[in-house]
């Protein structure tokens, strides 16, 4: 399991979780500030050098490579502006919150239709 933080780029974070997630054929899981990557299967692991790789490409892909660094923080990468740049988007953006299944990554904003989906695990 390995943590990201993208609490300085966090407009950009669903569709960073998309590429990043489809390059490392992993299971992302969405948090408040950033995501977390999980291995689809048991005996899998994460490499992080991997990721940080994947992230990087992305912020190249998007025209952020020079704006932001990604840093290796313990267990986990976070994304940190290099010039102090705030993320203009993320401002103007409306609080939404996303609730996220950790069984398989389902994401809805009603946490009614997570509760009706997760029973749908144990069946």
Excluded: W
Excluded at 30 to 56: C, D, R, Y
């Amino acid at each position: 399991m390995l943590e990201i933080d993208c609490a300085e780029i966090e407009s950009k974070k669903y569709e960073m979780v998309v590429y990043v997630s489809d390059m490392l054929g992993v299971m992302p899981t969405m948090k408040k500030h950033g995501f977390v990557l999980s291995p689809i299967n048991e005996n899998q692991t994460i490499n992080k050098e991997s990721a940080l790789v994947a992230i990087k490409n992305y912020l190249q892909s998007i025209g952020e490579g020079t704006n932001y660094a990604v840093i290796s923080n313990g267990n986990g990468l976070v994304i940190k502006s290099i010039y102090g740049k705030t993320d203009d988007k993320e401002s103007k953006r409306s609080t939404e919150s996303f609730f996220s299944c950790s069984h398989c990554g389902f994401s809805t904003r009603y946490e009614g239709e997570l509760d009706v989906h997760q029973r749908i695990h144990y069946l």
